[in-house]
């Protein structure tokens, strides 16, 4: 539930930026709001991809978990440029985005985010976790059955004569 924690918060940032942002002080609070969000979410989604794929296949989840990082940030940067580029308005002789501009990717902001936390919900309910029997390793414990040979052998090839 992490995951669904992080997306609250950043919903609440999104949420207190519609509301006051005519002051730093503002974007400092808010701005603190959307990293605590981000960082709760960063640092659980990768253990819930682990969770679903194959021991064998994390390498390659987590690489195309990275990759839609990528693909989800430039989407976002694109759609917050593309709505403020819609709301100029002139300012000391030259064409800025209008407030309304920001408020409006801020709104956007808070859709996503109470988005994310239902889907995040959705799939935390969707199973129930899968629990050792006492005297049992976690299968997330379980090494890979060549781990401990190749360990030997450097251990050997290096440390020993």
């Given amino acids: ?4 924690a992080g997306a609250m918060t950043s919903m609440v940032e999104y949420l207190i930026s519609v509301a006051w942002h005519g002051e730093i002080w503002q974007i400092i609070v808010a701005s603190v709001f959307a990293l605590a969000g981000l960082a709760m979410d960063y640092a659980a989604i990768p253990t819930l991809v682990m969770a679903e794929v194959p021991y064998s296949m994390t390498g390659l ?6 990759l839609m990082r990528s693909v989800g940030t430039s989407s976002g940067a694109t759609v917050t440029g593309m709505v403020l580029a819609v709301q100029f308005e002139p300012s000391a002789g030259f064409a800025a985005p209008s407030p309304g501009g920001f408020v409006a990717t801020f709104w956007l902001g808070v859709a996503a985010a109470a988005l994310a936390a239902v889907l995040f919900w959705i799939s935390g309910r969707r199973r129930p976790r899968k629990m050792s029997a006492p005297g049992q390793r976690s299968p997330l414990l379980t090494r890979c059955p060549d781990s401990e040979s190749r360990l030997t052998r450097v251990a050997r090839t290096t440390v020993l004569p």
């Avoid at 539930?1 to 669904?4: Q, W, Y």
């Fill in 1 to 4: 539930m992490t995951t669904v």
């Fill in 61 to 66: 989840a987590i690489g195309v978990n990275a």
